[in-house]
T-cell receptor, first 112, second 115 residues
């Protein structure tokens, strides 16, 4: 079983729409959680960390459900510039340091 | 600050050749790591290091070696290239690997093709 699983999409939504992505992880001892954004043929960049209490950054809201082992990302009022692949990342952590596991990514295209 | 730099950007190898992918960071980060990204597989951790002189294996270490002689540099060596190693390779760094919510900064990637 993969450490992190995501729906690959693609999600094609009109401008202004609300879209939600989910991600599940297999290791209940995972320590920290993130959403990264990756544009075509570019490196991943941190979008936001995901905390147990949930957190919001402008149009983006992230939620963590430890009991069900899933993470979500909600994007409100989608912009054309939101078109990208969104990567769910989980840090399993070991006694020698962190180990980050990436989902395969969810592709989003925002249509004019 | 240049951030995380990787060289080369592109490389074509023949099966059996060896080469080293270079990675350097100027942010004084203790934690550095190498990933490969393949279609449908996401990024997979190859090797990582929590400081100079300390390295450990990730999820897919076979066929690769690393060393960390300085804080800044973390080269990845392909010992005998195979077509299965055709991929995009990303190097990343962050502050201490023991702080679980530190942001990872990625280099621009090396696109490797093995014929």
């Amino acid at each position: 079983r993969k450490e992190v699983e995501q729906d690959p999409g693609p999600f094609n939504v009109p401008e202004g729409a609300t879209v939600a992505f989910n991600c599940t992880y297999s290791n209940s001892a995972s320590q920290s959680f993130f959403w990264y954004r990756q544009d075509c043929r570019k490196e991943p960049k941190l979008l936001m960390s995901v905390y147990s209490s949930g957190n919001e950054d402008g149009r983006f809201t992230a939620q963590l459900n430890r009991a069900s082992q899933y993470i979500s990302l909600l994007i409100r009022d989608s912009k054309l510039s939101d078109s990208a692949t969104y990567l769910c990342v989980v840090n399993k952590g070991t006694n020698t340091g962190n180990q980050f596991y990436f989902g395969t990514g969810t592709s989003l295209t925002v249509i004019p | 600050n240049a951030g995380v730099t990787q060289t080369p950007k592109f490389q074509v190898l023949k099966t059996g050749q060896s080469m080293t992918l270079q990675c350097a960071q100027d942010m004084n980060h203790e934690y550095m790591s190498w990933y490969r990204q393949d279609p449908g597989m996401g990024l997979r951790l190859i090797h990582y290091s929590v400081g100079a002189g300390i390295t450990d294996q990730g999820e897919v270490p076979n066929g690769y070696n690393v060393s960390r002689s300085t804080t800044e540099d973390f080269p990845l060596r392909l010992l005998s290239a195979a077509p299965s190693q055709t991929s995009v390779y990303f190097c990343a760094s962050s502050y201490s690997g023991y702080e679980s919510y530190n942001e990872q900064f990625f280099g621009p990637g090396t696109r490797l093709t093995v014929l």
